[in-house]
Structures are given as structure tokens and as C-alpha cells.
């Protein structure tokens, strides 16, 4: 059975950092692009940073602004999202899914049950 689940959200203050993990299960993570998405009440949910499979090329929404760094680690069949200097704004349910190949495409079949990530003082 393919599945991901997130971990590693929590509250923090603006300014603080958390690193998000997404681990996988059920499947060869290697040959996928694993996606982070987020969704903050009443918005719709909206593209955080995607990572390809094996040369790793990575993506990041214009809002990152370079605070964000995804990286993955096959072995452990583990993705991570480190998030720097958050802002209440990045406040939001974090989520994981697989892309469809081994690029980042924009279509994603497997989404985790997500993450909630609290940046307020």
C-alpha cells in the first residue's frame, strides 16, 4: 500500500524554524518527485516546494523567498522541508504527495494526511 505521512509541524514564533519530514512507504521513492503543499483556512491549498527524483532538482514557490529548503534522502525514503524565518502567514496544513514520474510534472496521486504548522507569538 503506497502511502507518505507527514511529521515535524508544531507551533513556533515568527522567526523560528521547523523542519517538516515526509516519509514513505509502500513504494520505490526513488524513482518519484515528491511535492510539499500547504492549506490555511478558507484558502485553497497551493504548491510549497517539489523535489525530482534521482539529480534532485528543486522548486519553490515565489512566497519562499529562499526561507525554504527541500532536500530528500532515499535511503531513509525520506523528504524533508526546512523552513527558516516563518511568518504567521505560513501558517497552514503542511502536506506531502508523489508525483506521478520522476519530475516535479504538477500532478500528484498519493497525498499524506498532512501536517499542522502554527507560526504565531
Known amino acids: 500500500q503506497v502511502q507518505v505521512v507527514e511529521s515535524g509541524g508544531g507551533l513556533v514564533q515568527p522567526g523560528g524554524s521547523l523542519r517538516l519530514s515526509c516519509v514513505a512507504s509502500g513504494f520505490s521513492m526513488d524513482y518519484y518527485a515528491i511535492g510539499w503543499f500547504r492549506q490555511a483556512p478558507g484558502k485553497e491549498r497551493e504548491g510549497v516546494s517539489c523535489?525530482?527524483?534521482?539529480?534532485?532538482?528543486?522548486y519553490y514557490a515565489d512566497f519562499v523567498e529562499g526561507r525554504f529548503s527541500i532536500s530528500r534522502d532515499n535511503a531513509k525514503k525520506t523528504v524533508y522541508l526546512q523552513m527558516n524565518n516563518l511568518k504567521p502567514e505560513d501558517t497552514a496544513v503542511y502536506y506531502c504527495?508523489?508525483?506521478?514520474?520522476?519530475?516535479?510534472?504538477?500532478?500528484?496521486?498519493?497525498w499524506g494526511p498532512g501536517t499542522q504548522v502554527t507560526v504565531s507569538s
Open positions: 523535489i525530482s527524483s534521482s539529480d534532485h532538482n528543486t
Open positions: 504527495a508523489t508525483d506521478i514520474g520522476a519530475d516535479c510534472s504538477g500532478s500528484y496521486d498519493h
